[in-house]
Structures are given as C-alpha cells and as structure tokens.
C-alpha cells in the first residue's frame, strides 16, 4: 500500500470513529443513562 492509500484509510477510520462515538452519545443521552449523559451536559 502507498503514502497515500494509508492516509485515506486512516481518514475514513478516524471519521468512522468519530461518528460511532457521536451515534453512541446520542442514543446514551435519549436513552437516559446518567454515567454517560453526564459527559454531554
């Protein structure tokens, strides 16, 4: 694999990521659980 190629992946995994945690805070906070909202409020 190239530079390039690992970079993009690394991108698209980051992003993944980031929208995992963001889906995962949300159902959290809707869902009532206190241990987690608290990180949002």
Same mark, same amino acid.
């Given at each position: 694999?190239?530079?390039?190629?690992?970079?993009? /992946? $690394? +991108?698209? +995994? !980051?992003?993944? $990521?980031?929208?995992?945690?963001? *889906? /995962?805070?949300? @159902? !959290?906070? $809707? !869902? +009532? &659980?206190? &241990? @987690?909202? !608290?990180?949002? *409020?």
């Amino acid at each position: 694999m190239s530079k390039k190629s690992q970079k993009i /992946w $690394l +991108g698209i +995994g !980051a992003a993944l $990521l980031i929208i995992l945690l963001i *889906v /995962w805070l949300t @159902v !959290a906070f $809707l !869902a +009532g &659980d206190t &241990d @987690v909202a !608290a990180f949002i *409020v």
